[in-house]
């Protein structure tokens, strides 16, 4: 698979859902991925990026966006509330604003630097004990008390339990989302992004079919 592999797939699957060419986002997920290949995906011409861990994008995106100024990065992984400085500071967007005591130590970091990333709400639609998000039932409170506390949140994002149809979950993101007045779906990933795409995703997470798979020895 490539890039322009990817590329094509999305524009097909965009105009199968009829919907606007260009409607979706590729973020192409370049965590534990050697810095020439992320190179390469730069040096063809993509500009949006996502990063799990704040500590190996402040090793790895400094340079590159010395070299590529308009390229964006996105974190796409769980948020500690001690890397909340250093993920404003570098983060263009945040998909897993989680839990209260999360959102409270963004919207003051927002307040001291003055500069504040995109933010989406990650939702456990299958409320799964291992993983982050809060559950579907809770969901409404939680967006209102981050836009009480004037937090950017432009939509919501989800990672659908893996022996589950993945569908389900989109739809159910879906519906929370515009029942809130949110635009922004961050789902899909390598497996799954067309179907994301049919039920509205705006941004999907793509890594190892355009770069190859991780090694993480």
């Known amino acids: 698979m490539s890039l322009q592999e990817i590329k ?19 973020i192409a997920v370049s965590k534990v991925q050697p810095n020439a290949r992320v190179q390469a995906v730069l040096e063809q011409g993509h500009r949006l990026f996502g990063e799990n861990k704040v500590q190996e994008a402040e090793g790895k995106w400094p340079k590159f966006k010395e070299q590529f100024e308009d390229v964006q990065v996105h974190l796409i992984g769980p948020l500690q509330t001690n890397k909340v400085k250093a993920a404003v500071a570098l983060f263009d967007a945040i998909h897993a604003v989680d839990r209260p005591k999360l959102a409270r130590k963004l919207a003051t970091e927002i307040q001291a630097q003055g500069k504040a990333p995109d933010m989406f709400i990650q939702v456990n639609t299958g409320e799964e004990p291992q993983k982050a998000g809060v559950i579907p039932a809770d969901a409404d409170a939680f967006i209102k008390e981050c836009r009480d506390m004037e937090l950017p949140i432009i939509g919501l994002m989800v990672i659908p339990p893996a022996n589950e149809e993945a569908s389900l979950h ?19 990933m390598s497996s799954d992004f067309e179907r994301a795409i049919a039920l509205g995703a705006t941004h999907v997470r793509v890594g190892s079919a355009i770069f190859g798979e991780r090694d993480y020895s």
């Open 170 to 188: 989109f739809a159910l993101l879906r519906k929370i989302a515009q029942r809130n007045g949110l635009s922004g779906l961050s789902m899909g």
């Open 8 to 26: 094509t797939r999305i524009l097909k699957a965009e105009k199968l859902a009829g919907r606007p060419v260009g409607s979706t986002q590729l």
